[in-house]
């Protein structure tokens, strides 16, 4: 609606996992290249925490791109929260393991697919990458005990699968009462909200990926942004996109405090209602 009236070719602050709009902070980079280097060196598993709205999703994607192709099948699992032989299930569908069983599958059988897929896989000089998303909803831990014991298949003593775990970070209180799978993990990666620069780094790296050549936000207006957001991607997102319609409907030339002041107020007296 807005794009014409900034000159953008694409929504810059859309929820999505387009890799133009990756923004490397300092967290964020210090995560993808721990995170990189266990899965390139194949380790069983790792994980990525952080709070909601730190963009663990846009990273644990970003990640998977750079991988090469011998770093295949990728699968991602974006609702982990069912039963154990649910989950196995589902898994060996996504492998792509051919023809399914009889529904409901049994674990065994479930198991067998999985590793059948994943000893032929490894054979051909593969690697399977398996990413669990919102994984702190495995609150069962006998959902996180049946990832653990995938852990176990292994191709001439190397794991036939990375796991990469990533969740809010009751995701890492939850593996702590898990020694056996807190050892099996390569490397554990907290996300941290975005320091005042990157804010304002964040936002000019949005606008510029998506086609802005001038600037938008007035120097005032990124500084009120991680003020009101804390500098939590999310939040960034919502608030810009409202400041870009409202200045589009006022018909601004650009944004300052006052436009990011009004908005933000708006927005907390509708999360008050």
Same mark, same amino acid.
């Given at each position: 609606m807005y794009e014409a009236h900034w000159k953008l070719a694409a929504r810059p602050f859309d929820h999505s996992a387009d890799g133009r709009f990756y923004y490397p902070g300092e967290s964020q980079q210090g995560a993808l290249l721990k995170l990189r280097y266990a899965l390139e060196h194949? #380790?069983?598993?790792? =994980?990525?925490? !952080?709070?909601?709205?730190l963009g663990k999703t846009l990273l644990a994607?970003?990640?998977?791109r750079?991988?090469? %192709?011998?770093?295949?099948?990728?699968?991602?699992?974006?609702?982990?929260?069912m039963p154990p032989c649910e989950l196995l299930a589902y898994l060996a569908d996504q492998l792509g393991t051919g023809i399914a069983t009889a529904s409901p599958a049994t674990v065994e059988q479930s198991l067998r697919r999985i590793e059948?897929?994943? #000893? $032929?896989?490894?054979?051909?000089?593969?690697?399977?990458?398996?990413?669990?998303d919102e994984?702190?909803?495995?609150?069962? =831990?006998?959902?996180? %005990?049946?990832?653990? =014991?995938?852990?176990n298949l292994e191709h001439e003593a190397r794991p036939l699968a990375s796991f990469l775990l990533t969740g809010q970070t009751s995701l890492l209180v939850a593996i702590e009462r898990m020694p056996d799978l807190e050892e099996r993990l390569a490397v554990k990666c907290l996300l941290r909200r975005f320091k005042p620069a990157e804010t304002m780094g964040y936002v000019q790296h949005r606008l510029t990926a998506a !086609?802005?050549?001038? &600037?938008?936000?007035? $120097?005032?207006?990124? %500084?009120?942004?991680?003020? %009101?957001?804390?500098?939590? &991607? #999310?939040?960034?997102?919502?608030?810009c996109d409202l400041a870009l319609l409202v200045g589009f409907a006022e018909e601004l030339t650009s944004i300052g405090p006052d436009q990011i002041a009004g908005i933000s107020q708006e927005l907390a007296g509708v999360g008050a209602e």
């Open positions: 194949r #380790r069983g598993a790792a =994980l990525l925490a !952080g709070a909601a709205g994607q970003t990640l998977v750079q991988l090469g %192709e011998s770093y295949s099948p990728k699968v991602h699992l974006v609702f982990p929260q059948t897929r994943l #000893r $032929d896989n490894a054979k051909t000089g593969r690697h399977a990458v398996i990413i669990v994984a702190h909803l495995l609150d069962d =831990l006998q959902s996180l %005990e049946t990832i653990r =014991l995938l852990l !086609g802005a050549k001038q &600037p938008i936000f007035t $120097d005032a207006a990124l %500084e009120a942004i991680h003020q %009101e957001t804390l500098g939590i &991607p #999310r939040r960034i997102n919502r608030l």
